[in-house]
């Protein structure tokens, strides 16, 4: 089956402008987690989507923002670019299983890498 | 809070030879997960295993082993004989479920590069 499809996959922006990343998640995953990573910051939560909701959020500002479809194919949004945003960034989709106990896989994609400059 | 520790920045052996990465992590809640994942040059992080808080039984994958002790809260993770294909960043990964939902912390990684 398909796995995790994030586009694009290399892009180049500028200051002051903004982002839109997109993920389809492996088909009957309802979960799609955001990640930002950075060589000096590693792996950082961004933000998770359960059902068209936003169940959690890491210590992002308000420029990194998201969403989730009814298919959920889930967006990520950042607006105001600034240097310090270039990272790559991965989205991962995981099938909940009743009772969320933890032990929920990862499945990752290939990351959108930007660059801002 | 949850913390994800891994020493080792980066790795260099020689094909053939024996590695391990070494993984500690900080919690306290007693039940939670632990995850390895690895990360090659084309990005994607790919599942390796999870392990649960009350099985400390090691586990032997064909060249991969995972050593979990709760004592010192360690899940170190050793590639017997390795190989050029075994390059890559390796991630250890601690979940827990916080306020009803998964937490995923990641340690900083572990760059492993096998010279041929």
């Known amino acids: 089956k398909a796995g995790v499809t994030q586009t694009p996959r290399y892009l180049i922006k500028t200051r002051g402008q903004q982002v839109t990343l997109s993920c389809s998640p492996i088909?009957?995953?309802?979960?799609v987690s955001w990640y930002q990573q950075t060589p000096g910051q590693g792996l950082q939560f961004l933000f998770e989507y359960f059902s068209e909701t936003q169940r959690n959020k890491g210590n992002f500002p308000g420029r990194f923002s998201g969403r989730q479809f009814s298919n959920s194919r889930s967006e990520m949004n950042v607006s105001t670019l600034e240097l310090g945003d270039s990272a790559l960034y991965l989205c991962a989709s995981s099938l909940v299983r009743f009772g969320d106990s933890g032990a929920n896989v990862l499945t990752f994609g290939a990351g959108s890498r930007l660059t801002v400059l | 809070a949850q913390k994800v520790t891994q020493a080792q920045t980066e790795i260099s052996v020689v094909e053939k030879e024996d590695v391990t990465l070494d993984c500690v992590y900080e919690?306290?809640?007693?039940?939670?997960?632990l995850f390895w994942y690895k990360q090659p040059p084309s990005g994607e992080l790919v599942f390796l295993i999870r392990r649960n808080s009350f099985d400390e039984q090691n586990e032997i994958s064909g060249r991969y082993s995972w050593n979990f002790q709760k004592s010192t809260s360690s899940f170190n993770f050793t590639i017997t004989a390795s190989q050029v294909v075994d390059s890559a960043v390796y991630f250890c990964a601690l979940s827990e479920v916080s306020g009803g939902y998964q937490k995923v912390t990641f340690g900083t990684g572990t760059k492993l590069q096998v010279i041929p």
């Open positions: 088909s009957g995953h309802r979960s």
């Open positions: 919690t306290r809640d007693t039940t939670y997960y």
